[in-house]
């Protein structure tokens, strides 16, 4: 078995929600909070999510699509990811993974990135300094 993974709970994810919501406009509230509990009780099952990379890319997938909030599911998607990376040690990996995810959150919620290229994409955003072309190429058809 590998290093300890860290979680959050779902009153953090609550927290994180509102204080983008309080700073970067939009409507306040849950639309369905047990679906993000859910995701959230269910990326620490190692059987179904066995690596890392594996339960980043579910959470960041559960909040984009399931709409546990009013508003900002993208953005709550994107913050919370960047806290799952930084809580487990990827600190590197935090600044580009905010910057590249915003288009792919966008184009995650649009059904143009499925979660299979979700997780190639968060992948290569931890572990290569940049897309390979195989994977630009993959990102260019699927938002054409």
Known sequence: MGEKILYFDIQHAVEVHDWIIDNSGGLHGANDLGRLESALQHIQNDLYYPE???????????????????????????????????????????????????????????????????????ESLIYEEDYSEELKLKIAIAVS
């Open 52 to 122: 890392f990379i594996v339960k980043l890319t579910h959470l960041v997938f559960a909040i984009n699509k399931f709409h546990a909030f009013n508003d900002g599911n993208k953005r709550s998607s994107i913050a919370l990811g960047c806290y799952f990376l930084e809580l487990n040690g990827y600190d590197y990996a935090v600044q580009n993974f905010a910057m590249e995810m915003e288009n792919i959150a966008v184009w995650l919620a649009e059904g143009k990135i499925d979660k299979e290229l979700l997780a190639e994409i968060i």
